[in-house]
Structure formats: structure tokens, C-alpha cells
């Protein structure tokens, strides 16, 4: 039993995927951090794209 444990705390394996795992949930996080900074500015752009093209008219020429 000894032996084993010596084994299992030399054993580093899991902590690759340990590493990878907090990397990509940090990854994630900054996407989610983005995404949410920029939305209040892109719907208030395509608002405003919106009400201008809305009140325009087409001049077909006659």
C-alpha cells in the first residue's frame, strides 16, 4: 500500500489535464467578458443604423 501511494504522488498525468481545463475555462471567461462589454454598444449602433434606414426614401427617378 505504501508503494502505491509513493506511485500516485509521483504521478503527474492529471495534472495536464488540469492545466488545460483552467486554461480553457479562462479562455471562455474572457470570451464571455467580451462579449458582454460590446453588446450594449452594438445593439445601440444597429438601432441607430436601423431608425436611419428606416426614414430614408428611394428615388426611382421619374
Do not use: H, P, Q, Y
Not at 33 to 51: F, Q, R
Request: charged letters at 20%.
Amino acid at each position: 500500500m505504501i508503494k502505491f501511494i509513493k506511485k500516485f504522488r509521483k504521478d503527474e498525468e492529471g495534472a495536464v489535464t488540469v492545466d488545460w481545463v483552467v486554461l480553457t475555462a479562462a479562455v471562455v471567461g474572457l470570451g464571455v467578458a467580451g462579449v458582454s462589454t460590446v453588446s450594449g454598444g452594438v445593439n445601440s449602433l444597429a438601432s441607430s443604423i436601423s431608425t436611419g434606414v428606416s426614414t430614408k426614401t428611394v428615388d426611382n427617378g421619374n
